[in-house]
């Protein structure tokens, strides 16, 4: 059986054949019906007129296929020769017979004028990438120094938290310092949280795939949040999805996920309130929805609160949410928020579905 051909790769007959081909067909038919007239009707000296009406054709012929030639073959050349230039990065590429006073000059001119503006896009994205190479060096630079910072103060920290619990035992019990003892222990324990929670930020250790049930990971982070609210009229639910495949994910990063947000929720909620967490599998991932009826958050502040050291409370360090994301991240996975002042916050934490298999497929 014949292969069917490839399209484009045929045997191709050039535009000019497609043009003049009809026309020579149309000349020859008329010389020929014209001869047969002559023949029929015996016309005196018809021979001569058949050759010169011959020759008139042949002529129509070759001046069509020169103005053809000049109007559209050699544009048609340029084009090709442009669009090759173009499409092998040099955008400097233009057309000259968009100077022709034409339709083909005025497809010439809008076809610079679209080389321009790629050649614009393209400057406007190098330059924005030269920008975020930059931000992103200097982030990274400014990372390193805050973790190193952070290393070099976390020691002597725990030197001053061992000082100071040392002259806790030994001050006289009537002693007034006593009573700031544990102000400055607890801030102490407050600023040891957030060094902590820098180093990870700034040196993120890779996640330690298991395959282990996302419902029980949940779980255990809900314990931990409900010992927090234990005396506040705070209510956590939890609602698993039973029908869950055994997840690859690291439980403890997770864990540490969903408590961040938990907390979040908890802080949001100022007095009396509900968090609902409810598990389910959407196409390839499993989610986790947790939902506040908290104080909600803002529109300005709702762009921002993924970025380290964005916080509106007094005590946040801003880390928890970045923190959460960069874990996520690392999981393939996303997180995604809608909140509405006033009512409540909801995220949701997009886990592919990773099973063992797959992970050795990798
Ligand atoms: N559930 C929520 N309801 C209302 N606001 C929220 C919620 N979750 C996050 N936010 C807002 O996002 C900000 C950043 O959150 P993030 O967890 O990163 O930092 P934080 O909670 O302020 O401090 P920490 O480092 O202790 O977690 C919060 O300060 C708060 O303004
Ligand atoms: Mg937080």
Do not use: M, V
């Given at each position: 059986m014949k292969e069917p051909q490839p399209p484009?790769?045929?045997p191709s007959l050039g535009w000019q054949w497609k043009a003049i081909i009809p026309i020579v067909g149309v000349l020859l038919l008329g010389l020929i019906a014209f001869q047969a007239i002559v023949v029929a009707l015996d016309i005196p000296s018809g021979h001569w007129i058949v050759i010169v009406a011959a020759g008139g054709a042949v002529a129509i012929c070759f001046v069509t296929l020169i103005v053809m030639l000049v109007l559209i073959q050699r544009p048609l050349e340029e084009l090709k020769r442009v669009i090759g230039r173009v499409s092998e990065g040099d955008l400097a590429a233009r057309v000259d017979?968009?100077?022709?006073?034409?339709d083909v000059g005025q497809l010439g001119q809008q076809f610079n004028e679209m080389i321009r503006q790629l050649e614009e896009n393209r400057a406007e994205i190098e330059r924005l990438h030269q920008r975020e190479m930059a931000r992103a060096e200097h982030l990274a630079t400014i990372g390193e120094l805050a973790a190193g910072l952070a290393h070099e103060i976390r020691n002597p920290l725990a030197g001053i938290a061992g000082v100071v619990e040392v002259m806790g035992r030994e001050?006289?019990?009537?002693?007034?310092s006593r009573a700031v003892l544990p102000e400055v222990h607890s801030e102490i324990q407050h600023i040891q949280a957030i060094l902590n929670d820098l180093l990870v930020y700034a040196r993120p250790r890779p996640p330690e795939f298991h395959p282990a049930d996302l419902n029980a990971t949940v779980e255990q982070a809900v314990f931990l949040a409900r010992q927090q609210v234990r005396t506040k009229p705070i209510e956590i639910t939890l609602e698993p999805e039973k029908r869950l495949p055994g997840i690859l994910h690291d439980p403890v990063q997770v864990q540490q996920v969903i408590l961040n947000l938990l907390l979040n929720g908890i802080q949001a909620i100022s007095n009396q309130g509900k968090i609902e967490v409810a598990l389910r599998q959407e196409r390839e991932y499993a989610v986790v929805r947790i939902r506040d009826n908290g104080k909600g958050i803002s529109r300005e502040s709702l762009p921002r609160?993924?970025?380290?050291?964005?916080?509106?409370?007094?005590?946040?360090?801003?880390l928890g949410l970045p923190l959460a994301r960069g874990i996520v991240e690392s999981h393939k996975g996303r997180i995604e928020v809608t909140s509405e002042p006033g009512r409540g916050t909801q995220f949701e934490v997009w886990l592919p579905i990773l099973r063992a298999k797959d992970k050795h497929a990798e």
């Open positions: 484009g790769k045929g017979f968009a100077k022709r006073n034409d001050l006289p019990p009537e002693s007034s609160i993924f970025k380290p050291f964005f916080t509106t409370r007094k005590e946040g360090t801003g």
